[in-house]
């Protein structure tokens, strides 16, 4: 495969995204992050990668907003290659149907979220009943088939990790909830129908790559901040349920 | 009778009253005559005597007969003693009549004899026992026991302790004897005693515990005294009781949070005032053992990462931890926008490394700067958390970009109680590398992965590697820090630097991890197939080993129990184990018996057997509160494993405790049996009760005829002849 030219238009679109990150504000960063979080977005044979720009601009999010550090690019893994685990956080995005996982990656992908790891899953395409969501429910309930997929109650210490959320963001709003399987009383599995990954998706000039119906921009930033909080989430789980925090949550809620 | 109304039938004729009656008088001698020869009446003759009856003497010796009969007086056994010469001529008497049965009694009885008791019989017995002491004398061989002298001061404390209840009148009563009493003293003397503790036997560190004592006063000024707590010493609790008139007993709760587990000797003691008859019971000491409920422990996390999230899972699975967590999620640089919109509380920094730091067993510092945040100003609590440790707290430094040197913590008072020396400045080893057990890693409980130390050794070469490590410096021998693992590749100053270290300082520990990549041995390792068996146990015992958990004291020592009676020899269990933690056989284990005052009273060895078990049985000790100092003899190279516990030695428990006579029961005791009560000082003996002797026959009987005298004969012949002269006389035909 030929390296990609160089043309005009792209060297015009890098150029100003330099410029745009200068302006930006200094990311809050006091120290370098010594493990920073790589995010793996999990390679299938369909399409895997569909809003490529989404997980860097989630993690560009997390840096400026919370004290998560990710590496500055998901790292593409395969469920039935080594490595698997160096990853607890995977992401995994479709458009369209899903091509069936094999067997040893759905080992793979069972046994990393047994012990401990988390799986975001984002229907690209906002199918409900079709497409993605058509395929990737059967796949998950193989691979988790004790751990049903159910909707995520809002009162969910998801919702209050980080933000405050009251509802869904995303391109769209398929369904104004998320699903999710438990293990052991944790969210292994999370599922939005709704392309949060088309919401976070930012081009390098700066602009969003996609808009986002029915609710605009409100709803874009309802899908960074379900990002920011998905991503506490898988880090610091029900920390936000512990005794301490209550009464502030409820002073603010109120 | 019908001869007689004949007779008198038959003089109806004649008119003189007189002649009438003399007539009938002859006639009833007559009859009656007669019917004594016709009955042939004797005499039997029976040879009989009283049989010889038993009549017990029984007198105090328990030690509550040493207190004084009145203030500035005798003692009562003295007063006893007195009495009883001054009255051996009555006893002498008495001893003529029954069999004395003289006998000491205090929780047994034993024979005593008129001349010992009447120089005074010792006082040392440690109950009294009233009504086993009268039991025992019905019971008592040779005669029958006909009452009995009782003499004490009626301080009971065994069955009559609570006075005449239903029962103990039934069985006085049984004893079917009077009993006499003397009571040896009316009035309690001037004293101040703490009666009772009661306390529990275990409490929870950090959880309030009560205990409550009963003081008793008796001739005391109205007042207030200070009624103090102590823990080997140290005052942890105190009350004011207000001495009332009229008033002898008070509750006294005493209420305190023990902060550090472990077995104690606490001591309630009251002060001693003038006069007192006796100030041995102004203080009675218990042993408490303090236990943990749950292990408290504090994560604090300068910011989310794989490291916080795997500990914080274990941590929280652990139904042993109560987990209190605290992650900073921005920083005053992040954006996150409208503080109302976030979930974020402020950081309890005066909280959490103030006032409630103590609450804490073990603090664990994950990636953890101070410096950033300004107005916190979390420096300033560094002191503290660093006196936190050296008072008994565990403490954590887990690495990362915030940890050790890349926090400059090398120029705080916490280097002072690490266990390595951080590095300031000296930058992050951002390299592969496997970490390799020490000599003392292999064997350490934290780092004793595998079941030996080769498998130690092999179960760390095989998990995977870690990638981040902050550059610190092993501390000088001396210092009680210990490197567990280190990183082979990776020198610092010429040595593998360090990634796991441990150290004791003051009462406390800390631990050393200088990566962040601890949970590579356990998620990362899980995706091999192994498990995540190795960081589950590294952690796990890595927290108990920072909060001292017994299961991880290598030596122990247990008292058989935690109280043991006077002259009682003191049992001990030793239990001691290696450096693997298995059993340590054939190891020399010295114990000593400290008093309050820290002096030595016994102390005692013992090798350890197969089992790694040992038994020491220390001589008996006085009464008082010891700790026990227990010492293994070191293999060479190894550590000096030592354990504490304590133990109380009773005193004589209410004999001493209590110096009320109970003048009220002896006479009780009397008025139910039919005896008499006297009281001392000022009495005498009291009219001995007793039952009558029986009579017995012994010997044959005989009969004696007593018709067959020729007299009888005589007289009817005569009486009948005088009638028959008097009727022709008078012509009464």
């Not at chain 1, 959320?165 to 438990?182: C, F, H, I, K, Y």
Request: with cysteine; proline share 9%.
């Amino acid at each position: 495969m030929a390296p990609p030219k160089l043309s005009r238009r792209s060297f015009l679109a890098s150029l100003a995204a330099g410029l745009a990150g200068a302006a930006l504000p200094a990311r809050g960063r006091d120290s370098v992050a010594s493990s920073p979080i790589a995010i793996g977005q999990v390679q299938h044979d369909g399409r895997w990668n569909p809003r490529p720009s989404a997980l860097k601009r989630l993690g560009w999010e997390l840096a400026r907003r919370t004290s998560i550090e990710t590496t500055p690019e998901p790292v593409p893994v395969r469920l039935d290659a080594p490595g698997l685990h160096r990853h607890p956080f995977l992401y995994l995005a479709g458009d369209g149907a899903l091509p069936p996982f094999s067997d040893a990656a759905r080992a793979a992908l069972r046994r990393h979220l047994q012990f401990g790891g988390f799986l975001l899953v984002d229907a690209a395409d906002g199918s409900d009943g079709v497409g993605f969501d058509a395929t990737v429910r059967p796949e998950l309930a193989r691979v988790l088939p004790s751990a049903p997929l159910a909707p995520v109650p809002q009162a969910h210490v998801l919702y209050k990790t980080f933000y405050l959320l009251d509802r869904q963001g995303g391109r769209v709003v398929t369904r104004p909830w998320l699903e999710a399987q438990s293990l052991d009383g944790r969210l292994a599995v999370i599922y939005s129908q709704n392309d949060l990954g088309g919401a976070w998706a930012r081009s390098d000039l700066g602009d969003w790559e996609y808009p986002c119906t029915p609710g605009g921009e409100p709803q874009r930033e309802t899908a960074i901040r379900l990002g920011v909080n998905l991503a506490m989430y898988a880090l610091c789980t029900d920390y936000k349920d512990d005794a301490v925090h209550l009464p502030f949550i409820m002073k603010r809620r109120t | 009778m019908a001869a007689l109304a004949l007779t008198w039938w038959g003089l109806r004729t004649e008119p003189r009253r007189g002649r009438r009656l003399t007539l009938l008088a002859l006639r009833a001698v007559s009859a009656l005559l007669a019917l004594f020869l016709l009955l042939e009446p004797a005499v039997q003759l029976l040879q009989t005597a009283r049989s010889r009856l038993r009549f017990a003497v029984l007198v105090d010796t328990s030690r509550s007969m040493r207190f004084p009969i009145e203030p500035g007086g005798a003692s009562r056994a003295e007063a006893v003693a007195a009495l009883l010469a001054g009255q051996r001529a009555e006893l002498s008497r008495l001893a003529e009549r029954v069999d004395l049965d003289w006998r000491g009694f205090d929780a047994q009885t034993a024979p005593a004899d008129v001349e010992a008791a009447a120089r005074g019989l010792p006082s040392d017995g440690s109950r009294s026992d009233l009504l086993g002491a009268l039991q025992a004398a019905a019971a008592g061989p040779g005669r029958r026991l006909a009452g009995v002298l009782l003499i004490s001061d009626g301080a009971d404390n065994a069955s009559l302790a609570g006075g005449l209840t239903p029962p103990a009148r039934a069985e006085l009563r049984a004893l079917g004897v009077p009993v006499n009493a003397v009571a040896a003293g009316r009035e309690p003397p001037r004293d101040l005693a703490v009666e009772r503790v009661a306390a529990e036997e275990f409490a929870f560190v950090r959880s309030s515990v009560t205990v409550e004592a009963t003081l008793r006063a008796h001739g005391l000024d109205p007042g207030p005294i200070t009624v103090v707590l102590r823990r080997e010493g140290a005052v942890v609790a105190q009350a004011v009781v207000q001495l009332e008139a009229g008033q002898d007993r008070y509750q006294v709760p005493l209420t305190f949070r023990p902060d550090t587990t472990g077995t104690f000797v606490f001591t309630v003691a009251a002060p001693v005032l003038p006069g007192e008859a006796v100030t041995a019971n102004n203080q009675r000491s218990f042993v408490l053992r303090v236990i943990r409920d749950r292990v408290r422990v504090l994560l604090v996390a300068g910011r989310p990462s794989w490291d916080e999230r795997f500990l914080r899972g274990l941590l929280k699975q652990d139904p042993n931890v109560d987990l209190v967590s605290f992650f900073i999620l921005r920083t005053n640089a992040d954006q996150p926008g409208p503080q109302d919109q976030l979930s974020l509380i402020p950081f309890p920094v005066q909280e959490i490394f103030g006032p409630q730091l103590k609450t804490f067993d073990a603090v664990v510092l994950l990636n953890f700067n101070y410096a950033p945040y300004r107005s916190l100003d979390i420096e300033r609590f560094l002191p503290n958390l660093r006196d936190y440790v050296r008072g008994g707290g565990g403490l954590a430094m887990v690495g990362g970009e915030q940890g050790f040197g890349e926090a400059r913590y090398g120029a705080t008072p916490l280097a002072e109680v690490l266990p390595v020396v951080p590095l300031d400045g000296a930058g992050l080893a951002e390299e592969s590398f496997r970490p390799r057990p020490t000599a003392e890693g292999r064997r350490h409980p934290i780092t004793a992965i595998g079941a030996g130390e080769a498998a130690t050794a092999a179960a760390w070469e095989a998990l995977p590697p870690l990638e981040v490590l902050n550059r610190t410096r092993p501390l000088p021998p001396g210092s009680g820090a210990v490197v567990l693992l280190e990183a082979p590749g990776l020198l610092v100053d010429g040595q593998p630097a360090p990634v796991v270290a441990v150290r004791e300082v003051g009462a406390g520990r800390t631990l050393a991890v200088t990566t962040d990549g601890s949970w590579h041995w356990g998620y990362l390792a899980a995706e091999r197939g192994g498990g995540d068996g190795a960081y589950r146990r590294f952690w796990s015992s890595a927290l108990r080993w920072l909060v001292r958990d017994p299961e991880l004291t290598p030596l122990k020592a247990e008292p058989d129990a935690p109280a043991i009676d006077p002259g009682a020899s003191v049992g001990l269990s030793i239990s001691l184990r290696g450096a693997d933690y298995g059993p340590a056989p054939g190891r020399k284990v010295a114990v000593e018996l400290v008093a309050e005052d820290g002096k030595t009273v016994a102390r005692g060895e013992a090798i350890t057997g197969a089992d790694g078990a040992a038994r020491v049985e220390l001589p008996a000790a006085p009464p008082g509160a010891y700790k026990v100092s227990a010492r293994a003899e070191p293999v060479p190279g190894g550590p000096t494993e030592t354990a504490a516990t304590a133990l109380t030695v009773r005193g004589a428990g209410p004999e001493d405790g209590d110096a009320t006579p109970r003048p009220e029961l002896l006479s009780a005791i009397a008025e139910l049996t039919g005896g008499d009560f006297t009281s001392l000082p000022g009495g005498g003996l009291p009219r001995l009760h007793q039952l009558e002797p029986e009579v017995v026959e012994i010997g044959q009987r005989r009969e004696l005829p007593i018709w067959n005298r020729w007299w009888y004969l005589a007289a009817l012949c005569a009486s009948l002849g005088a009638e028959w002269i008097l009727r022709r006389r008078w012509g009464s035909w």
